[in-house]
């Protein structure tokens, strides 16, 4: 496992501070709860509504790149758990797996199928950190989420200059009741400390990446809403 720095020369200095936050919060504050959720472990209600959106919209995710990846470079940005990761070294690709927990890190390579470890490298770090190298797809599942729109724009441009096929992410959807949950400061409770989330609209998204140089253009694919989980899914096209 290998550490990278981050990447505030490209970014922004406000992207800095916010990776700090999230950090902290996954690699301190809520690993237990995350190892938890992306398990068959029996977890809450709420918590079950939360993981069924996380698998539709992983399902949804991967729909858009080929079922034969066999010789394609991914990057699964912000792997987490490892989900995403195993489902891509199934297809045959070769993955690099990042995070910026440490932690979380370790819980991927643990429940990575032996057959597939030779698919995968798995670093600890900034995940637009260009001494990654080029990639043939980038998914970003909920990495992107506690950012603002110019700093997924300028993210997305310094990946797409790496990136021959598709990069496809999600971001919070602005939707009424999620603007009303942020407005009020109740998307998270007080003691959870965890970074909030930014809900976009995609159009206004799809602008500020135009205007910081992102030339492929982005779309929207679909949304999906399960309970508590409420999550936007964005393609930059190959």
């Known amino acids: 496992m290998r550490d990278f720095a981050s990447s505030s020369e490209t970014v922004g200095a406000g992207y800095d501070a916010t990776l700090s936050r999230v950090e902290t919060y996954f690699d301190r504050t809520a690993t237990r709860t995350w190892e938890r959720l992306t398990s068959d472990a029996p977890v809450s209600r709420i918590r079950e509504t939360v993981r069924q959106g996380r698998d539709r919209m ?63 490298q798995f670093l600890a770090g900034d995940m637009l950190d260009a001494g990654l190298g080029q990639f043939d797809h980038v998914i970003a599942m909920d990495s992107l989420i506690y950012y603002d729109a110019a700093a997924i724009g300028r993210a997305l441009t310094g990946l797409e200059a790496r990136t021959s096929g598709s990069i496809v992410f999600t971001v919070a959807p602005r939707t009424r009741l999620l603007m009303a949950m942020w407005y009020a400061g109740k998307l998270f409770p007080r003691s959870d400390r965890s970074p909030v989330m930014i809900p976009h609209a995609p159009v206004a998204l799809a602008g500020a990446a135009r205007a910081t140089g992102l030339s492929r253009g982005l779309r929207p694919v679909d949304r999906v809403v399960s309970g508590f989980y409420i999550s936007q899914a964005m393609e930059v096209p190959a």
């Open 58 to 120: 992983r399902a949804l995710m991967l729909s858009r790149l080929p079922e034969d990846l066999r010789g394609a470079r991914v990057l699964d940005a912000g792997c987490g758990a490892g989900q995403m990761t195993a489902e891509l070294a199934a297809r045959g690709a070769d993955v690099l797996a990042i995070d910026i927990s440490p932690q979380l890190i370790g819980i991927a390579e643990a429940r990575l199928p032996a057959d597939d470890r030779h698919r995968v």
